[in-house]
């Protein structure tokens, strides 16, 4: 069990800068980036996905949603499904992998709706 120490480091000593480093990286690990709108679609898309692969009953060995590279546009996500060992693949632009983000209904949905018609 640990004992935390009740009189706190002078200003000066090698025990008050080794708190303050400590508190700075424990800051660092709990404070992690926030994610862009487009990381969140991004995101919040691979999740429905898989919801609605599942609830089909299609067999799925990944799901991937990548961007940029030399593949794509760097404005494009490409939403890969490999079943039965042959990828697949959807084109969705920025601005609808951002609507996305914040809402599950309209022009993208049904875009991926079809998609997993596709698969069937």
Not at 9 to 28: M, Q, Y
Not at 75 to 104: F, M, Q, Y
């Amino acid at each position: 069990m640990q004992r935390r120490a009740t009189v706190s480091p002078a200003a000066g000593t090698i025990e008050a800068v080794a708190a303050r480093s400590l508190k700075k990286r424990r800051f660092e690990v709990e404070c992690p980036m926030a994610l862009s709108p487009f990381e969140k679609g991004k995101l919040k898309i691979a999740a429905h996905l898989r919801e609605e692969l599942d609830r089909a009953g299609i067999r799925f060995q990944s799901i991937q949603c990548k961007s940029g590279g030399i593949q794509t546009h760097p404005d494009t996500a490409r939403l890969i499904v490999t079943v039965d060992g042959n990828p697949v693949h959807v084109d969705l632009k920025a601005h609808e992998v951002e609507d996305c983000e914040s809402i599950v209904a309209g022009d993208t949905w049904r875009k991926i709706a079809g998609f997993i018609e596709r698969l069937k």
